[in-house]
Nanobody
Framework: QVQLVEAGGGLVQPGGSLRLSCAAS????????MGWYRQVPGKEREYVAF???????EYADSVKGRFTVSRDSAKSMVWLQMTSLKPEDTAVYYC??????????WGQGTQVTVSS
């Protein structure tokens, strides 16, 4: 059973940066994509960024130019580098991995708070 564990959330001032990481325990095979969603209370979970196997990365319009998603497939890890953070980026960020099967895995979430 694969589990995803996120780290790196916290409190940051507007304009600051944070780097989230996600590590998979267990072996991931036939991965389609690895990336991130986020959710604020009372709203639906929304897509943030993904890196697709053999196809590069895609980003939500709200984070383009500020966030960068990267991965190390050999280590089954994915990162989200967040810069120029805004208060509206405040959310719980969830790591997500989709594989052929189809199977989908979720992390437990890490809180990111952008506030002065």
């Amino acid at each position: 059973q694969v589990q995803l564990v996120e780290a790196g959330g916290g409190l940051v001032q507007p304009g600051g940066s944070l780097r989230l990481s996600c590590a998979a325990s267990g072996t991931l095979t036939h991965v389609i994509r690895m990336g991130w969603y986020r959710q604020v209370p009372g709203k639906e979970r929304e897509y943030v960024a993904f890196t697709y196997t053999g196809r590069g990365a895609e980003y939500a319009d709200s984070v383009k130019g500020r966030f960068t998603v990267s991965r190390d497939s050999a280590k089954s890890m994915v990162w989200l580098q967040m810069t120029s953070l805004k208060p509206e980026d405040t959310a719980v960020y969830y790591c997500n991995v989709a594989t052929y099967g189809p199977l989908e895995y979720w992390g437990q979430g890490t809180q990111v708070t952008v506030s002065s």
